[in-house]
């Protein structure tokens, strides 16, 4: 790739909000204050992640051909070389397949960096989330390193259970990108849809965009529509803003630039993006749907 751009972010405070790498002839350089072992996540054009694992005065090296970018190779380091090792082990496998591999690494190597980052890949920010096995491997990782803050971090994230059908909408009061007030009891009496999206997610922007032209057509049939909430994960609102453009009026989005620590996010207890939420009187009436699936509802 002779010239482009990469969105990165840290899933455990290796770095603050989401910043920007310039790729020029191709070739680019990062550089970041490092004090502790963690994680920085560059986003591909493709949307897909891929972990870096920095250490103080430790530089890593990437290398990949931009017609086969998955392939990228991370090399500098011993974490970032086993990392490059296990993706190109488990590149064939199936996800359940993956999920099970990364659950073996885990175990095998429990006080890893790259411990950290499989489980929160496999296990939360996925899917189909399995929270039960999440906490039952990061107490093994507790217990295998020294109190570190991006496993302390990780730990604390683990308490926040996802809400399920039935479930009631807890409390919670925020800003939105206009300044208004956002709380929990206005989306308690009929029908509510949250949107759970990030702007380096193009799925969860196209979700959105999709929800706002589906209830553009049923305001033009004369028929009654939802309510609608954004709630944006980006450290930053600017980017938000930048993201949402002029449809930034069409419902409240709620961006705190506090990512997964936001109380909003806590309070929904949603560990991925995109996600979403139906409620019908303040109660979960579906969750985590396909996004014909999310329209289907809408109209029901």
Not at 273 to 296: M, Q, R, S
Request: proline residues 4%.
């Amino acid at each position: 790739m002779n010239q482009g751009e990469f969105y990165v972010y840290s899933p455990d405070g290796a770095i603050s909000g989401i910043d920007t790498i310039k790729v020029q002839g191709g070739r680019f350089a990062y550089e970041i204050p490092c004090e502790e072992e963690g994680t920085i996540v560059i986003v591909l054009p493709n949307f897909s992640e891929i972990p870096v694992f920095v250490e103080p005065g430790k530089s890593v090296d990437m290398k990949a051909d931009a017609s086969h970018i998955k392939d990228i190779e991370v090399t500098g380091t011993k974490a970032n070389e086993r990392m490059t090792e296990w993706r190109k082990n488990t590149s064939s496998q199936s996800p359940d397949g993956m999920k099970k591999q990364a659950e073996v690494f885990i175990k095998d190597n429990p006080s890893s960096v790259i411990s950290r980052w499989l489980l929160r890949k496999y296990f939360v920010v996925t899917v189909k989330p399995d929270l039960k096995k999440a906490r039952e491997l990061v107490k093994l990782i507790e217990k295998n390193t020294d109190k570190e803050s991006s496993v302390m971090r990780l730990a604390v994230g683990l308490e926040n259970v996802p809400l399920q059908v039935g479930d009631i909408l807890p409390a919670f009061n925020a800003k939105d990108l206009q300044g208004k007030d956002v709380l929990a009891s206005q989306y308690r009496v009929g029908k509510t849809v949250v949107l759970v999206w990030s702007s380096w997610n193009y799925e969860g922007q196209s979700i959105s965009r999709r929800v706002a032209r589906k209830i553009e057509d049923m305001k033009f049939q004369g028929k009654q529509v939802p309510k609608v909430l954004g709630v944006c994960i980006d450290a930053s609102a600017i980017d938000a803003k930048r993201s949402i453009g002029s449809d930034s009026t069409a419902w409240s989005t709620v961006c705190d630039g506090l990512m997964w620590d936001s109380p909003v996010v806590k309070a929904i207890g949603t560990t991925k993006v995109p996600d979403n939420y139906i409620f019908e009187n303040g109660k979960v009436k579906a969750c985590h749907l396909g996004t014909e699936d999310l329209i289907k509802q809408i109209e029901m």
